[in-house]
């Protein structure tokens, strides 16, 4: 199977603007394959955005099909990047710490999937990381989550995952959060762990006295 679809149909703008994405069935289709391992291998030997990545392609994920948890994340960056290891870096730290797990549990992916919107760093901008590039996404993720069917929890982080995965539209990311108990104890909306999120995290303290403790007891209880 190829790595790189012809086509995804999916324009900068409608990333942009917030807009959930989907890709045609056609294209979607072209990806489901009966082995995990083969879809696997072919995500990560994928170039599809290569000529917009000026660090080129490294898609950096975590998945196995008996993964009970599911980290629905935005986009490495450069230091993930670098290793090879996805939450390598302060973001993931700040994380795990919110799970209340360690490194070795997080990194166990027969207990924790990690699948970001976009597999590979897609660079600096003016003002941090740039968004995941728009062509991952629906060219694989549907695919991919077609073989998660052991995943009791998935934690979506970030407006773009939260776009995808609840539709989040003009909602912003603190409303979708605040509302958590939607479609809890399945799926958890969360701010992202980044440092630069700290000024949100001081700001909605509600998000450490109310979301935090729910979602380290759910995690012992999958555990």
């Known amino acids: 199977m190829p790595s790189q679809p012809k086509s995804t149909t999916v324009s900068h703008a409608s990333w942009a603007d917030d807009t959930p994405i989907r890709a045609p069935a ?7 394959v009966t082995d995990f391992d083969d879809l696997l291998a072919d995500v990560r030997r994928c170039t599809l955005c290569a000529p917009h990545l000026p660090h080129g392609p490294r898609p950096v994920v975590q998945l196995h099909p008996r993964a009970r948890i599911l980290v629905a994340g935005q986009a490495p960056g450069r230091r993930v990047h670098e290793s090879g290891v996805p939450f ?28 970001p919107m976009g597999f590979c760093y897609p660079g600096t901008g003016s003002s941090g990381d740039l968004p995941p590039r728009p ?17 009791e929890l998935t934690l979506v982080i970030g407006r773009y995952a939260l776009d995808w ?22 799926v958890l909306p969360l701010p992202h762990p ?4 700290q000024r949100w995290l001081k700001k909605n303290a509600w998000f450490g006295e109310e979301v935090l403790p729910a979602l380290r007891t759910r995690v012992k209880e999958i555990l």
């Open 194 to 197: 980044s440092p630069r999120n």
């Open 135 to 151: 062509e991952c996404a629906p060219a694989w993720r549907d695919a991919l989550l077609q073989h998660m069917s052991a995943v």
């Open 165 to 186: 995965h609840l539709g989040a539209g003009s909602r912003t990311v603190t409303d979708v959060v605040r509302n958590w108990r939607e479609q809890w104890p399945h």
């Open 26 to 32: 056609s294209v979607r289709a072209t990806h489901y």
């Open 88 to 115: 390598d870096d302060p973001s993931g730290d700040r994380l795990r710490d919110w799970l209340g797990i360690d490194r070795d549990r997080f990194y166990d992916p027969k207990f924790l999937a990690i699948l």
